[in-house]
């Protein structure tokens, strides 16, 4: 038996617009939603619906009816579910009709996609209990793996995860961490008694999600034959292939016009049509086997930049402020019971907020500038640095 574990990651941030000092204590309209604006939030959701999620979606509830054996699973964000449902809801019916054919598995994290777990456990916590509300709400199901946002992982939050019960956590299958073991067996985080732990086998996911268009690339270009021919030697060194990637890979980072969707659609047949392959779900992956070893990560690893750590969000003094200052409000912002106000500095810490201000170089550079909505990370932090000085007036405001 030989398993692909398919996991595909939805989010869309809910942006803050170019909030000028000037309107620091005398406009509360932080977030880009005016249809009008070059980067805002519905223009940008409605574009990548367009591009990535609707013909996706389509291609993935195609096959699950031809192949009753198709599986995947997706992680989903609360501000993605919030954004969907203003403007194209008919995507959210269409994941829980997959939910419900037993075919999808929805997995769990925090709402925000924030980096609230290394700053504020409560904060975490809390976040983590509202995503678990709104995929029940949703859905009907209630996630039983967990990802932490941009698989930031390491040996304290896997601790956590067991303690409350989940079954499975998803992590980079990094080099330095695995060393001479492969991602593709089941593992058992250092410590933990009952959970397991997935991790992402990196060169094949990211030859789908980041080399596939590149001409440059010596594989270009790249076929399912080639593709599985890859996939068939690397099982050489463990049954279990862990593809995890953004769901925007499919249209959005890599064009259509590519061949991404016609690739993907052949190969998943391709793979089921060969003896004893499967497709399994996070949970049924974790459950293929029993962990082959313990995996102690006491440093921070993410799938993010060369570094794979958390260095995307938190290598300049900019970064470092900017999360410093939002959870530093955490309390007041609690003790105001304003659920509009609460609810607009959670959509603060959301962390492509920080990826926005990095200034790193080379290729890592070009990517958190693509994926930016500011024309510099310099006034990414200056704007997100004044919308918290206004709700730090709002929070006085209420005191008087």
């Known amino acids: 038996m030989r398993a692909i574990c398919l996991y595909l990651h939805i989010h869309q941030p809910i942006r803050y617009r170019e909030y000028s000092i000037f309107d620091v204590s005398n406009k509360s309209d932080y977030f880009k939603d005016k249809y009008d604006g070059r980067q805002s939030n519905e223009r940008i959701f409605r574009k990548v619906t367009e591009k990535s999620y609707r013909p996706m979606l389509a291609l993935l509830e195609h096959n699950i009816k031809l192949h009753p ?43 925000y996609h924030s980096l609230a777990f290394f700053y504020n456990r409560d904060e975490f916590e809390a976040q983590v209990n509202l995503h678990s509300e709104a995929i029940k709400r949703c859905f009907g ?4 793996t967990f990802r932490n946002t941009e698989l930031a992982y390491n040996d304290d939050l896997a601790h956590w995860a067991d303690e409350h019960g989940y079954k499975a956590i998803l992590a980079e299958g990094w080099d330095k961490v695995l060393g001479w073991r492969s991602p593709n067996y089941v593992y058992r985080p250092a410590g933990t008694k009952n959970i397991k732990l997935l ?27 080639k593709y599985q021919r890859w996939i068939d030697d690397d099982c050489l060194r463990g049954p279990l292939i862990n593809l995890f990637m953004d769901f925007e890979t499919f249209g959005e980072h890599q064009w259509e016009d590519t061949g991404i969707f016609a690739f993907m659609n052949e190969f998943i047949g391709s793979w089921l049509s060969e003896y004893d392959n499967k ?11 029993v962990p082959v070893d313990e995996i102690s990560i006491p440093e921070t690893v993410t799938w993010a930049d060369t570094e794979r750590d958390l260095s995307a969000w938190l290598s300049n003094a900019m970064q470092e402020t900017a999360m410093k200052e939002i959870y530093a409000l955490r309390e007041n912002v609690l003790a105001s019971k304003n659920d509009k106000l609460i609810s607009e500095w959670r959509y603060m810490t ?24 500011y024309a510099s990370p310099y006034e990414s932090f200056m704007y997100y640095m004044n919308v918290l000085r206004d709700i730090e007036y709002r929070l006085d405001s209420t005191k008087k």
């Open 69 to 111: 054996n198709f599986k995947f699973s997706l992680s989903i964000t609360g501000t993605w579910l919030e954004q969907a449902e203003k403007w194209a809801p008919e995507l959210i019916d269409q994941i829980a009709r997959m939910v419900k054919t037993g075919q999808v598995e929805i997995v769990g994290e925090t709402y």
């Open 141 to 144: 199901t209630t996630p039983t």
């Open 199 to 225: 991790l992402k086998n990196y060169r094949l996911s990211d030859d789908i999600a980041f080399r596939f268009s590149n001409r440059g690339w010596k594989e270009w270009p790249l076929t399912v034959p």
């Open 279 to 289: 497709f399994v779900t996070t949970s049924e992956a974790a459950e293929l086997t």
């Open 350 to 373: 959301t962390s492509d907020h920080p990826y926005s201000m990095c200034t790193k170089y080379w290729n890592d550079g070009d990517v958190h500038a693509y994926f930016s909505a």
